[in-house]
């Protein structure tokens, strides 16, 4: 049998761990309908202004909550679909990278990872600290935003402010330090914009790992495993080591799948991809900046930079005047994140030393 070609036992065998680990930490993988249906409740009660935002999307009602809503409800389900949609547009259905399905790990690390099962079945992984960061920080760099319909519902201070108290949560394990601020956005163009961008960035993660598989990085010989729980030797998940050149290579992989995505889902258009992975190399470049530096000997990424650096030089030629200016934009904006390195630092700090 081929490796990984059974997505039903991989995906079983994720959802065990999940379900193992939200019953040892508390920490659910998704949340419930209902909570998330309470969130929205005033934006979703307002059916003159909801008729408009379907028209004005091409959608009904039930579209728009799959698009919108149902990434929050149900992260993991939603993750197969985008993998799905990955393969479906890059004709890869007869690839033994179609078989292996994806998923998310309720952790909150920054992390996204080709994992191996103990029956020897292979998982993309994205962990839910990956898909939560990255909608805070796409979504306070939109709420910095004035737009023919609205005012920013954010100055730059308190978007700033809101990534570095995330950027410590991630960085700590502690959730609750970044949970219950969130941007609400009526914009359909903010919203549509928000939707566009985190998709995109999420199908060039998840390209990024299935060119491992295309790419044949993926040997048996090297994994390391980690558990997920420190000392609960009942959660082991074994990752792929790859080297630095393979990361470099897997980057340029998921780019290309990431294009040919977004050429099928948005009628030619690919320019939002570019920012997309900017977004994810300056998201990358945060979480370096709080974690402890490793021997070179463990280092298996390229730094954040120069990832960029090499994606710059092969595609930036591609870019149009329109994405150059909105990486700019996002580039400023992430400069002021940047401003707050010091602050960040002292807040971890100031944790450890009350035992935190």
């Avoid at 914009?187 to 549509?192: E, H, K, R, T, V």
């Amino acid at each position: 049998m081929r490796t990984g070609a059974d997505p039903d036992a991989a995906l079983a065998y994720l959802r065990r761990y999940q379900e193992i680990y939200a019953s040892v930490t508390g920490m659910r993988h998704e949340h419930p309908e209902q909570e998330i249906t309470d969130k929205f409740e005033d934006l979703l009660k307002d059916k003159d202004f909801m008729t408009k935002v379907y028209a004005k999307e091409g959608l009904n009602e039930e579209e728009f909550k799959r698009k919108y809503l149902l990434p929050f409800i149900k992260e993991g389900d939603y993750v197969g679909y985008l993998a799905s949609q990955l393969i479906l547009h890059n004709k890869l259905k007869d690839h033994a990278s179609a078989s292996v399905p994806a998923g998310v790990l309720p952790t909150n690390d920054f992390n996204a990872a080709a994992i191996r099962t103990d029956t020897g079945l292979r998982v993309v992984v994205l962990n839910t600290g990956i898909v939560a960061y990255m909608s805070q920080v796409i979504n306070s760099f939109l709420a910095t935003f004035t737009t023919p319909l609205s005012q920013p519902l954010w100055s730059p201070q308190d978007a700033h402010l809101n990534i570095v108290q995330w950027s410590v949560a991630i960085a700590t394990g502690n959730a609750s330090l970044g949970i219950g601020k969130a941007p609400s956005f009526k914009d359909p163009q903010l919203m549509q914009a928000s939707g566009n961008l985190g998709d995109t960035a999420r199908i060039f993660i998840l390209g990024h790992e299935y060119g491992h598989f295309i790419l044949g990085h993926l040997d048996d010989a090297h994994v390391k495993v980690k558990q997920l729980i420190p000392g609960l030797h009942s959660l082991p998940v074994a990752y792929f080591v790859k080297q630095p050149e393979q990361e470099y290579a897997a980057d340029e992989k998921g780019v290309e799948l990431c294009l040919e995505w977004c050429k099928a889902t948005h009628g030619g258009q690919y320019q939002v991809v570019f920012l997309a992975v900017v977004l994810t190399y300056h998201l990358l470049r945060l979480i370096e900046i709080f974690t402890p530096a490793k021997p070179p000997d463990e280092l298996t990424h390229p730094g954040a930079s120069l990832r960029r650096k090499r994606f710059e030089d092969r595609y930036a030629s591609m870019f149009d005047a329109q994405i150059k200016y909105e990486i700019g934009a996002l580039d400023k904006f992430m400069d002021g994140v940047y401003g707050n390195v010091e602050a960040v630092k002292g807040l971890l700090q100031e944790g450890d030393g009350k035992g935190e």
